[in-house]
């Protein structure tokens, strides 16, 4: 079973219209933020190739990850 999604998987699942929700929330221990994408009924973190959540400074960054990944859409939690 799948604990999170890596972004090389994110990208193929937003192109095939698999993944429809994303969420940023704030990083582990409140530094920066993180996005969770909603797989089936499940909430599974974005993590980088060495870290099990990757984390980002702001949410400018965050915006332009999403833009590049072709996610036209996210809610932020805050």
Partial sequence: ????????????????????????VRGPGGAGFALSARLGGKWLP???????????????AI???CSKTGIRRFEVEL
């Fill in 1 to 24: 079973m799948r604990t999170a999604i890596d972004q090389e998987t994110l990208s193929a699942l937003v192109e095939t219209g698999a993944v429809r929700e994303i969420q940023c």
């Fill in 46 to 60: 974005i993590r980088s190739k060495r870290e099990p959540v990757r984390v980002w400074a702001s949410l400018t």
């Fill in 63 to 65: 915006e332009r990850f």
